[in-house]
């Protein structure tokens, strides 16, 4: 493009192709125009210090390498990793991130810089998850998605697990005190926690090369630390002469999370004031032990991430500690996208089966799906535009995006085999498909669908009509009878014709049928066999 920015973006490039150049090469750069060599001579353009930046989208200034335009240029996302098709440089995740509307803060604009090498050097980013539930939530899924880009993009994902932290309780986003957790009930949620994290990010392969590109991007396993495991050799002497040295109340208590506990009628308890402290030292002793150099986390995790960074530079008393925070997943009309009538949307499918989870997806409103397929898919954004255009055609079938969304994200979630499943429930409540039900899929949609208990022998070599009237689908045997003339009566998803009776081979695993009158009044009939 012309003018001052298409002379900028011109300016970088040639600066980075020159220092690419080996030293036996510096001649080269004498060689250039007149007009790039008063490019490459000036300064590269400056971004001002930010610290807040989602609804924006500004380039992040940097004379690391030329920037990417975007993150559909030279990039293909795939299943197993990001290659990088440009002969230029590789995606940077950082500006992958902010054309998604992932980024809220950042502490330093370097951090676009730290992530800019990532088959040479990789950085290590962490998110912390406490434990207070046996599984992970929708409302913790950005964190994991933050954390698969930096792996799809070749930096190392790390995620700390708050085995001491939970014993303390973050006050962030709350107008109480936490309970406390016992221990039992700790141990047992951090178990459930980590193996959300292994099967949503534990790979260790390296993308496929696209055409002559000669840069592998290793999609790197997740690293997963227990912080207790540092914290449990702590003596409060030992962290008030190490740590709360460094600490100054006043900062403290300017956190906003502090500020609005200190505002509230309960206040706050010392313990709570210090958990900033905790976590801010889970940074100190990663960076300097493991190497981690980025914390993201939530945009209610601003103040621990910055206690984070600050104590870094005081106590190792060294630059390279950057926190960035996510936007968190809020619905157009205000409220959280993670929560639903039920509780929380549990990414565990022993709490929640896959196809509840597909289905809260599904229901997504229009004004919504647009965004959250940004945010919460890997689908390139020529993709997602593609899809939004199509949402403004006449002949579009409402829910066709929403159906994506929710296929895109039970598989990061669940993988294939859930979302198989999910799929093969969501059929189960649509008479007339071919789909072949199993008992499985029936107890997915149990939870929606009521059910009616019945022996083996009341069910078997019975008249459908009267077995649709003894489990209450419908008042009377004639309106069973005017539904089957109108072709709206289902067993098994499959049309019922009249005097049909049921058979033993109609009885899904030898456990259980399913009865429908028309796409929405349903029945599950559990058999009880002798």
């Known amino acids: 493009g012309g003018g001052e920015r298409g002379e900028a973006v011109l300016g970088d490039v040639i600066m980075w192709a020159a220092c690419a150049l080996p030293s036996s090469s510096s001649s080269t750069l004498l060689r250039l125009p007149p007009f790039a060599l008063a490019l490459c001579k000036r300064s590269p353009p400056l971004v001002g210090s930010r610290s807040r930046l989602h609804g924006r989208s500004p380039r992040f200034g940097s004379a690391c390498a030329p920037p990417s335009a975007s993150a559909d240029v030279g990039v293909h996302v795939k299943e197993r990793g990001v290659t990088p098709t440009s002969r230029f440089h590789p995606p940077n995740v950082i500006d992958i991130l902010d054309e998604r509307g992932l980024i809220e803060s950042v502490t330093h604009d370097a951090i676009r810089c730290a992530c800019d090498k990532p088959a040479t050097s990789p950085v290590k980013v962490y998110c912390g998850f406490d434990p207070t539930a046996e599984s992970l939530h929708l409302g913790n899924l950005l964190g994991l998605i933050v954390l698969s880009w930096f792996q799809r993009c070749g930096h190392i994902p790390v995620c700390v697990l708050g085995g001491a932290t939970a014993r303390v309780g973050d006050p962030s986003g709350k107008s109480v005190e936490r309970p406390i957790i016992d221990e039992g009930t700790i141990n047992r949620n951090l178990e459930g926690i980590e193996a959300n994290v292994r099967q949503i990010l534990g790979v260790d392969e390296v993308a496929p090369n696209d055409g002559d590109v000669s840069l592998d991007v290793r999609r790197r396993s997740v690293v997963i630390s227990n912080n207790y495991d540092w914290w449990r050799h702590f003596s409060l002497l030992d962290f008030l002469r190490d740590v709360g040295k460094h600490a100054r109340v006043g900062t403290m208590m300017t956190k906003e999370s502090v500020r609005k506990r200190l505002a509230s009628e309960d206040g706050m ?154 799929v093969k429930a969501t059929e189960a409540l649509a008479p007339g498909l071919a789909t072949k039900l199993d008992s499985k899929s029936l107890e997915a949609i149990s939870g929606n669908v009521p059910s009616f208990s019945l022996s083996h022998n009341d069910v078997v070599g019975s008249l459908i009509v009267d077995l649709c009237v003894m489990v209450g689908l419908l008042p009377s045997k004639g309106a069973v009878r005017r539904l089957i003339e109108q072709g709206g009566l289902y067993l098994n998803n499959e049309r019922v014709e009249d005097r049909q009776k049921v058979t033993v081979d109609d009885i899904i695993d030898n456990r259980m049928l399913l009865l429908s009158a028309g796409r929405k009044n349903k029945i599950i009939i559990l058999i009880q066999n002798p």
């Open 269 to 422: 308890s010392f313990t709570e004031f210090t958990y900033q402290l905790l976590q801010g030292y889970d940074f100190v002793r990663l960076f300097k032990e493991e190497g981690v150099s980025i914390q993201i986390g939530g945009s209610d995790q601003w103040g621990n991430i910055t206690a984070g960074t600050d104590l870094v530079k005081k106590i190792l008393r060294q630059e390279g500690a950057y926190g960035l925070t996510f936007p968190l997943l809020v619905k157009s009309d205000g409220t959280k996208f993670g929560k639903s009538e039920g509780g929380a949307i549990w990414l565990s499918s022993s709490l929640l089966p896959p196809y509840r989870f597909y289905q809260h997806l599904f229901a997504t409103p229009d004004a919504d799906v647009i965004l959250f397929l940004k945010m919460l898919t890997f689908m390139s954004m020529s993709e997602i535009k593609t899809l939004e255009d199509t949402m403004r055609n006449p002949g579009y079938v409402p829910n066709s995006v929403q159906r994506k969304l929710a296929e895109e994200v039970t598989r990061f979630v669940h993988g294939e085999e859930g979302l198989a499943e999910a």
